[in-house]
């Protein structure tokens, strides 16, 4: 079975700080995705990365940027985190035929 | 522009009561459509893809089917543990790496 997995469930942070939001997937896959999801507003993409040290931004880049230093692992960095970036942040993987999502983290910012 | 909606928003079902969601989609050219399923506070677990035309897949007490424009997702004898929100999306040829266009859902509950 596919694995992906992020580093918290929950955390809360307050406005100004830097976040890391970390993702692993344990399949080799090269494509890993970070989008984040809101009530009313659905999915939607932030980066995502098609190699090592490759990405490329999606719909709403503003406000974040991305590591990805290593094949499994892809980083969500919130360099000024502010509340309007309270959300769930869901990590996905691309595997042959779809993308496996990891169970998400609920960050708050205060 | 390449678009997914989904309908009904929100259906709420008696156990045992079939019913089916309706995901429409615009793209240039279908690569390929998904349907996952996301219960409250987790990440969207994957139930199917459908690739051309007239395609089927079954799972349990669920059916999804493809046409040219839109997919449906048949709930047969649904049972209360079938609640949760279902989510179409779908990959359009030429679409960067993969990137999938969500849906916002529909949200199913099933009383018993």
């Known amino acids: 079975d596919v694995k992906v997995t992020q580093s918290s469930r929950y955390l809360v942070k307050r406005t100004g700080e830097k976040v890391f939001l970390e993702c692993v997937q344990d399949?080799?896959?090269?494509?890993m995705f970070w989008y984040r999801q809101d009530p009313g507003l659905g999915l939607r993409l932030i980066y995502f990365s098609y190699d090592v040290k490759m990405k490329e931004k999606g719909d709403i880049p503003e406000g974040y940027s991305v590591s990805r230093e290593k094949k499994e692992r892809f980083s969500l960095i919130l360099e000024s985190a502010s509340t309007n970036q309270t959300s769930m942040y869901l990590c996905a993987s691309r595997g042959t035929d779809t993308q496996y999502f990891g169970p998400g983290t609920r960050l708050t910012v205060l | 522009e390449d678009q997914v909606t989904q309908s009904p928003e929100a259906l709420r079902l008696q156990e045992g009561e079939s019913s089916s969601l309706n995901c429409s989609y615009t793209v240039s050219g279908l690569r390929g459509l998904f349907w996952y399923r996301q219960d409250p506070g987790k990440g969207p677990e994957f139930l199917f893809t459908l690739y051309s035309a007239g395609e089927e897949k079954e799972k349990e007490r669920l059916k999804a089917t493809l046409t040219k424009k839109e997919s449906f997702l048949h709930i047969t004898a649904p049972k209360p543990e079938d609640s949760a929100t279902y989510l179409c999306a779908v990959q359009a040829i030429g679409g960067s790496q993969g990137n999938l266009i969500f849906g916002k859902g529909t949200k199913l509950s099933v009383k018993p």
């Open positions: 399949m080799d896959h090269e494509n």
